[in-house]
């Protein structure tokens, strides 16, 4: 990739607290490549999307995210809609979308395919003008989500404040009554969890839990069955790991628009870990091609 102007925005709240020392471990990366790159640090993950406006608005040809699947959500919301390209420095704690686009999860690695790689367009799921890359869901997982911020802001580690907060929601949930609408068929369940991925998520073979593509034009609806409070457990942990093939009672649809309608007004709805309160019904549609992203050439 020839020089560019190129924005780096880095969390340093993301699962590796990047800080000044990478910054100049990046800043000499990109000067040994001839790239022209600023390198912002965001004390919290609530500063990202004005920073990522604001490299918009300058007209950074490429605006790069320094951290976890959030940093990297909050940063594409600014770029849809614009010819900008999204580089990815994966620095949190899963990383699914950098995973599943195989950009490599070291950050020398990953910082010299933002200079040597290629854009390509992927897709982009949406629910109710809201976007997500990897996935949206309603049910235990985001009563779970929101209950870990609570404990993590108390200054708990963060696995430990996931296994308090599920522990909590299995004591007072219920299953969640919806009525989903697709391909101009009806389905009533009772659930514990509703999961809408951006593209296929693998369910068998070598590549089970991942995405072989973001380009399909498609979203994968899972849908669990009935199930008892250990079983709910189990779904939370799969959930957050990616690995809800191993269920064993779901309903599993390939479509591209989805309506899902439940008994109350509101609903928590989880896109890519972050939870918000979202009026129903929730609709979703995917939208291809809609940003580019810079991978490793083949």
Not at 58 to 86: F, R
Not at 167 to 191: A, M, N, P, Q
Not at 212 to 219: C, I, N, S
Not at 225 to 252: P, T, Y
Request: positive net charge.
């Amino acid at each position: 990739m020839a020089s560019s102007d190129l924005t780096c925005i880095l969390n340093s709240t993301s699962g590796s607290h990047p800080g000044p020392e990478l910054r100049e471990k990046l800043s000499r990366i990109f000067a040994e490549n001839g790239t022209l790159a600023r390198i912002l640090l965001a004390s919290s993950g609530a500063e990202i999307p004005e920073l990522a406006r604001r490299a918009v608005r300058e007209n950074s040809q490429i605006i790069v995210a320094g951290g976890g699947d959030g940093t990297v959500n909050a940063v594409a919301n600014a770029l849809i809609g614009t010819s900008i390209t999204l580089g990815v420095l994966p620095l949190g704690t899963l990383n699914h979308f950098a995973k599943d686009l195989q950009i490599p999860q070291d950050l020398e690695g990953s910082a010299r395919n933002l200079i040597s790689g290629r854009a390509v367009p992927v897709d982009v799921g949406e629910v109710n003008g809201r976007i997500f890359l990897n996935n949206s869901s309603l049910g235990i997982y985001p009563r779970i989500v929101r209950h870990c911020e609570g404990q993590q802001k108390k200054g708990r580690n963060k696995w430990i404040a996931f296994a308090q907060a599920s522990i909590s929601v299995l004591e007072h949930f219920s299953l969640l009554r919806v009525r989903l609408r697709v391909d101009g068929k009806e389905l009533s369940r009772k659930t514990a969890l509703v999961f809408i991925g951006n593209n296929k998520y693998e369910m068998e073979g070598l590549n089970i839990g991942e995405r072989r593509r973001l380009d399909a034009g498609e979203l994968c609806l899972f849908v669990a069955n009935g199930a008892r409070r250990v079983d709910l457990m189990r779904l939370a942990f799969r959930a957050l790991f990616g690995r809800l093939h191993e269920a064993s009672d779901f309903d599993l649809l390939i479509t591209n628009q989805i309506s899902i309608k439940t008994r109350r007004p509101q609903t928590s709805v989880s896109t890519d870990g972050e939870v918000n309160q979202m009026n129903t019904p929730l609709n979703y549609i995917t939208d291809p091609g809609a940003l580019r992203v810079i991978v490793p050439v083949k």
